[in-house]
């Protein structure tokens, strides 16, 4: 058994052990969460392909740089996935939908090694914002988790669109 079904085994036989199904829930989200945006698991990803791990590759020239004329830069990749998390955190404290400008969330594009730095700080700490209300949750219903699902997608389509863009320009 790889790695992976070890990791999706262990997780079903926790889920199975009694837990009521949103305590079972927060677990699942938090490990997948930690799997996307800190370290591998084995769940989904390869070995030192989450997101921070990914980002802590790239220089500030390379986020800026547009992989074609019909693709953001990896700058403006990383600021949309901070913005949508900012977006459903927002909508999770409030109970509102709040309004949004997707255009500006694709506006950064070149950056200095220290705009860089900050950029990948502001995904993190929205990350980090993002896992404690994940933490305290607990009224998991259909909205709630099929949001919890949305964010996740998100947020691997675009670490999946960095990688993509990050092979083209290292080619």
């Not at 791990?53 to 693709?71: F, M, N, P, V």
């Not at 927002?90 to 309004?99: I, M």
């Not at 506006?107 to 220290?114: C, K, P, S």
């Amino acid at each position: 058994m790889d790695s992976r079904q070890s990791n999706a085994t262990q997780l079903g036989a926790e889920g199975q052990g009694g837990e009521a199904f949103p305590d079972a829930f927060r677990e699942a989200i938090l490990l997948v969460l930690d799997e996307t945006f800190e370290q591998v698991h084995g769940l989904m990803l390869d070995k030192g392909t989450s997101f921070f791990e990914t980002l802590a590759t790239i220089t500030s020239d390379e986020a800026s740089t547009r992989i074609s004329s019909h693709c953001a830069p990896l700058s403006a990749q990383v600021d949309h996935t901070r913005y949508y998390i900012d977006i459903l955190i927002e909508l999770v404290r409030t109970g509102q939908h709040p309004e949004t400008d997707w255009d500006a969330s694709w506006a950064v594009a070149e950056v200095t090694d220290a705009e860089w730095q900050a950029l990948i700080s502001s995904l993190r700490t929205s990350y980090q914002q993002l896992r404690e209300i994940a933490g305290a949750f607990d009224r998991w219903d259909a909205n709630s988790i099929a949001g919890a699902f949305a964010m996740v997608g998100h947020s691997l389509y675009h670490l999946g669109e960095i990688r993509q863009g990050l092979g083209v320009l290292r080619g």
